[in-house]
């Protein structure tokens, strides 16, 4: 990630999707995306929500959906067609800060009309190949990237490099394929 170009990034609290954990994420927000990683120092993210398309922004209200963050304050969720992302902020001022800066980056997406992956990293099938690299992708962990939308396969390895193409990043899901 171009550090010029990071639109906001510090430390959140995010709730797991399967197992409802709380576990503190180093975010980074970056060109319609938001990442969510162990560390500062992490080579690639353990998430990655594409902020284009049908995706909201707003404070939680407790009670709309279920959620162990309930019992938190300062919690917002990403929502998208697949999944709402719950994450708490340290105070109610980061909390907004973090939401304004995804309304911003929502809008510009909308304008531009500008339309992601949804990347979920994941552990690849036996025999499935990295769109970027065209390699075989290790069965063993959570070793890929794969787009909710249209099915492309990127190698964790890979994706610092796939991530650093903005052609790369556009999703075409009308064809069933993405552009790389």
Request: hydrophobic fraction near 35%.
């Amino acid at each position: 990630v171009n550090a010029k170009q990071v639109m906001k990034n510090g430390w959140l609290t995010k709730e797991g999707g399967k197992h409802k954990n709380l576990t503190r994420r180093w975010c980074v927000l970056y060109s319609f995306t938001l990442y969510y990683c162990k560390n500062e120092k992490s080579e690639w993210p353990q998430g990655v929500i594409a902020l284009t398309g049908d995706v909201s922004c707003l404070p939680f209200v407790p009670g709309t959906t279920a959620s162990n963050t309930a019992v938190k304050g300062n919690v917002f969720v990403v929502r998208t067609k697949n999944r709402d992302y719950f994450f708490i902020a340290e105070t109610p001022t980061i909390m907004l800060e973090w939401i304004n800066a995804i309304k911003g980056c929502l809008a510009q997406a909308q304008e531009r009309g500008v339309i992601y992956h949804h990347l979920t990293k994941i552990g690849a099938k036996s025999g499935s190949t990295c769109n970027l690299c065209k390699s075989k992708i290790a069965t063993h962990g959570r070793q890929a990237f794969v787009c909710e939308e249209c099915g492309i396969l990127v190698h964790t390895k890979c994706f610092p490099a796939f991530e650093q193409t903005p052609a790369n990043l556009e999703c075409n899901k009308a064809s069933g394929a993405g552009s790389v």
